[in-house]
């Protein structure tokens, strides 16, 4: 089947994720030449929202508005943030992943105007962050530090520190890169200092099920790898029902070799309780994998964990 002609792409207004669309389209320029793309930017109610996301409905804020234009035929194709996509829930109905790209940098990275590492930050330093995952795991291993409430996209949240809204703040690697803002990173956050979020620095394409001929055509962007990572982390949310305060995180790694691995935690907000779980597999399905995993925090305990949590 040939490509179509045009395809329109629907994404969050936001800086960062214009930044992402023109990756998409990039890729698909070089992958057919002849190929025209439009982008239809809105903006979700989690962009307008400044408060708790919990009161919106979780993560499924940043997506909900951009569904909405995709389902409608407003749109051929939709890029997400994995990340921001709920995993508790399946897909819109009529919709489905076409392709997950190449895995971008899952990291965490600090920001310090003075260019301070995170272990030379002293007590009381205020971080900028309003990350349920990042709290937690800072409440473990520098309780010396405080959170204070921050969201908004990068650029905004790097004016608010400007500001003096904050000391630090605490950022992806992978947004960072994405709008070009790698020059304020005072330090890059190990995964064993910091845990990343599921779905952390993949890119993923939803169609609409009945679009074949745009399913073709952005198939060919899919990155093998990545498919199998995200496959694995988000069966493993799915498993455990986590919900927008849980403070759940983890990565999949998928070896040259064919071995997959999963690595997660789930913390209490206060870090005072950390759950761990690891398991390799070769072949395995990247879905069993995720299951496996979570059956195994099941098991010590996160069930009661995540369920204590007020949402």
Same mark, same amino acid.
């Given at each position: 089947?040939?490509?179509?002609?045009?395809?329109?792409?629907?994404?969050?207004?936001?800086?960062?994720?214009?930044?992402?669309?023109?990756?998409?389209?990039?890729?698909?320029?070089?992958? &057919?030449?002849?190929?025209?793309?439009?982008?239809?930017?809105?903006?979700?109610?989690?962009?307008?929202?400044? !408060?708790?996301?919990?009161?919106?409905?979780?993560?499924?804020?940043?997506?909900?508005?951009?569904?909405?234009?995709?389902?409608?035929?407003?749109?051929?194709?939709?890029? &997400?943030?994995?990340?921001?996509?709920?995993?508790?829930?399946?897909?819109?109905?009529?919709?489905?992943?076409?392709?997950?790209?190449?895995?971008?940098?899952?990291?965490?990275?600090?920001?310090?105007?003075?260019?301070?590492?995170?272990?030379?930050?002293?007590?009381?330093?205020?971080?900028?962050?309003?990350?349920?995952?990042?709290?937690?795991? *800072?409440?473990?291993? &520098?309780?010396?530090?405080?959170?204070?409430?921050?969201?908004?996209?990068?650029?905004?949240?790097?004016?608010?520190?400007?500001?003096?809204?904050?000391?630090?703040?605490?950022?992806?690697?992978?947004?960072?890169?994405?709008? !070009?803002?790698?020059?304020?990173?005072?330090?890059?956050?190990?995964?064993?200092?910091?845990? @990343?979020?599921?779905?952390? !620095?993949?890119?993923? *394409?939803?169609?609409?099920?009945?679009?074949?001929?745009?399913?073709?055509?952005?198939?060919?962007?899919?990155?093998?790898?990545?498919?199998?990572?995200?496959?694995?982390?988000?069966?493993?949310?799915?498993?455990?029902?986590?919900?927008?305060?849980?403070?759940?995180?983890?990565?999949?790694?998928?070896?040259?070799?064919?071995?997959?691995?999963?690595?997660?935690?789930?913390?209490?907000?206060?870090?005072?309780?950390?759950?761990?779980? &690891?398991?390799?597999?070769? @072949?395995?399905?990247?879905?069993?994998?995720?299951?496996?995993?979570?059956?195994?925090?099941?098991?010590?305990?996160?069930?009661?964990?995540?369920?204590?949590?007020?949402?």
């Amino acid at each position: 089947m040939s490509a179509p002609d045009l395809i329109r792409i629907v994404s969050r207004s936001s800086p960062m994720a214009l930044a992402q669309v023109e990756r998409v389209r990039a890729e698909l320029t070089a992958l &057919h030449p002849g190929i025209r793309t439009e982008v239809v930017p809105v903006t979700t109610s989690g962009d307008r929202w400044m !408060g708790d996301l919990a009161k919106l409905g979780g993560k499924g804020a940043f997506t909900k508005e951009v569904d909405a234009a995709l389902i409608a035929g407003e749109a051929d194709l939709a890029v &997400h943030c994995v990340k921001d996509v709920p995993a508790d829930r399946p897909l819109p109905a009529g919709t489905t992943f076409a392709a997950f790209l190449e895995r971008d940098d899952i990291r965490d990275a600090l920001i310090h105007p003075e260019g301070l590492t995170l272990d030379e930050l002293p007590a009381g330093t205020r971080i900028g962050t309003s990350s349920v995952r990042r709290i937690a795991q *800072l409440a473990a291993s &520098h309780p010396e530090l405080e959170c204070v409430p921050m969201r908004g996209n990068a650029n905004r949240r790097l004016e608010k520190l400007a500001a003096g809204d904050a000391d630090a703040l605490l950022l992806a690697v992978s947004g960072l890169e994405r709008i !070009g803002r790698t020059d304020v990173i005072s330090e890059v956050l190990s995964v064993e200092t910091m845990c @990343p979020p599921i779905g952390a !620095g993949i890119l993923a *394409l939803q169609c609409r099920e009945d679009d074949t001929a745009t399913i073709d055509a952005v198939s060919g962007l899919g990155d093998p790898a990545a498919y199998r990572e995200a496959t694995a982390e988000r069966m493993f949310l799915h498993v455990l029902q986590g919900h927008c305060n849980s403070p759940i995180a983890g990565y999949a790694r998928a070896e040259r070799s064919g071995d997959l691995s999963l690595r997660a935690r789930v913390f209490t907000p206060d870090g005072k309780r950390v759950l761990n779980a &690891h398991e390799w597999a070769g @072949p395995l399905d990247p879905a069993t994998l995720g299951t496996s995993v979570a059956v195994a925090l099941l098991r010590q305990g996160a069930r009661e964990l995540i369920d204590g949590i007020a949402h």
